[in-house]
């Protein structure tokens, strides 16, 4: 689970599509295959990262570059990742309206064992159309609210099935008859939970079965307006949330080289790609090319400078929007580790 709220936990979002998260064609290839996966996840062990974190992803967005169209599965990945790794803790995905609660519930007691007890679940309630109607697993009459529900009742199954040494349950999605699991996964009490979401009931989820909620925003003041949010639901209902976000990091050796880096992925950017994901998104049709021109190459909050200058923003932007903790990315996985190990995690830890 989750480290006590003093501490600010650093992890890794691992490389495991195509791409990353900068839809550019000009960015260091990433192929989304296991020998990128296995380095950087080797690397965040070593340099004394908090978790390794890898999607689920099923379909691509196309474009020049067809972005996230190749990508591993998460939770036989980070099984592998388990044995690769000592310290780090091995955060698999799982959707709840593809894979079976029982069964995944199975799925991470075994990573658990295999990683001694480092496993944790990020359960992801939401989908998007394309990617779930190629397999017959799109339902139109699931709102968001009623993919939220039904997240509830498979969330309360894996958790149960953990503890309970046989679990019945009569739900509205599932039913559960005398359903065993064993063994219990080895992490007291449990694996950790984390979800993603900026909605109130997607907060409310979060606070009822979660460890912690990654948080977005298109700025600083709406990364911080989402987290202190996630907060005030968490207190009204009782309890406590921890909040993540995602931080691009773009480092070269002066801020003036960096810069010119990230204006380098910035033009190469995939206008099909990035129109794909806001179309998946939701946008509307007749907005998709001026939203697309805004929302450019970078999919997450980013970093940029030299080193000195990556640490100062960093922890600025951890402080400013009262976060607890960072998910990493890089657009060179093996370069970016190496540099936040040396210069910024230390700065970190020290709260400096």
């Known amino acids: 689970m989750p480290s006590p709220s003093s501490h600010k936990d650093f992890g890794v979002f691992l490389p495991v599509a195509n791409g990353g998260w900068i839809v550019s064609e000009t960015t260091p290839p990433l192929d989304g295959l ?3 996966n296995l380095a950087a996840a ?7 990262l908090d978790f390794v974190m890898s999607m689920g992803k099923w379909r691509g967005f196309g474009g020049a570059t067809n972005h996230w169209g190749v990508s591993l599965e998460s939770i036989t990945l980070m099984a592998a990742i388990a044995q690769a790794t000592k310290h780090a803790k091995v955060w698999a995905t799982a959707h709840a309206l593809l894979h079976n609660p029982a069964v ?4 991470i007691a075994t990573l658990d064992h295999i990683s001694g007890g480092r496993a944790g679940l990020n359960i992801v309630a939401g989908a998007y159309r394309e990617e779930f109607e190629q397999m017959g697993a799109w339902d139109d009459a699931l709102t968001h609210d009623a993919r939220y529900d039904l997240a509830e009742e498979w969330t309360t199954i894996v958790k149960r099935l953990w503890v309970e040494p046989s679990v019945d349950f009569h739900g509205r999605w599932f039913q559960m008859h005398g359903c065993v699991s064993d063994p219990k996964p080895l992490a007291q009490p449990r694996p950790g939970l984390i979800c993603a979401g900026m909605s109130d009931r997607g907060f409310e989820f979060a606070v009822r ?39 691009t990091i773009v480092h070269a050796g002066s801020d003036a080289a960096a810069e010119a880096l990230a204006q380098r992925y910035a033009d190469g950017a995939d206008m099909g790609a990035i129109t794909s994901i806001l179309r998946s998104w939701g946008a509307p049709a007749d907005q998709l090319d001026a939203l697309a021109r805004a929302q450019g190459a970078f999919m997450t909050q980013t ?27 890089f657009p060179d996985y093996g370069e970016g580790l190496s540099m936040f190990g040396a210069e910024i995690l230390p700065r970190l830890r020290a709260g400096g």
């Open 209 to 247: 079965h979660a460890d912690a909620v990654f948080i977005g925003g298109r700025d600083l003041d709406e990364h911080r307006d989402h987290s202190r949010r996630a907060k005030a639901v968490a207190e009204a209902h009782g309890g406590a949330l921890r909040t993540y976000a995602m931080c």
């Open 303 to 329: 970093v940029v400078g030299s080193p000195a200058t990556c640490a100062e923003r960093t922890a600025h932007f951890l402080d400013y929007c009262e976060l607890d903790g960072l998910m990493l990315i």
């Open 104 to 107: 995944t519930a199975k799925m």
């Open 34 to 36: 296991w020998p990128q």
């Open 42 to 48: 080797q690397a965040a062990d070593a340099i004394g």
